[in-house]
């Protein structure tokens, strides 16, 4: 009778192992993140959907197409702008 309960168990751990991944989530279908590009000022970083001109030299990150200027930024900007109220 105890090598039943431990066929049982064996099988129910390999069955178990043969589930996919039940936390997996498909992307949004056709969701494109908005362009961001952030400046340094006095007080913070700020932040706008159009690359500014007259902030040129004070460029930190951006998002989206290359504004032509400024570094390249070596770490990942965040793709998700806070949600709007």
């Known amino acids: 009778m105890g090598w039943i309960a431990a066929i049982v168990v064996a099988l129910s ?3 178990a192992g043969c589930e996919t991944d ?3 989530q498909d992307p949004v279908a056709g ?3 908005l362009p ?3 400046y340094r000022t006095i007080a913070d970083v700020d ?3 159009d ?3 007259r902030h040129r030299r004070r460029l930190v ?3 989206g197409p290359w504004p032509g200027y400024g570094p390249r930024p070596k770490v990942p900007f965040p793709s998700a ?3 709007e109220p």
């Open 36 to 38: 961001i590009y952030c």
């Open 31 to 33: 969701f494109t993140p």
């Open 13 to 15: 751990v390999l069955i």
């Open 81 to 83: 702008l806070p949600a």
């Open 22 to 24: 039940p936390w997996k």
């Open 51 to 53: 690359p500014v001109d």
């Open 61 to 63: 990150a951006y998002e």
């Open 47 to 49: 932040c706008f959907a």
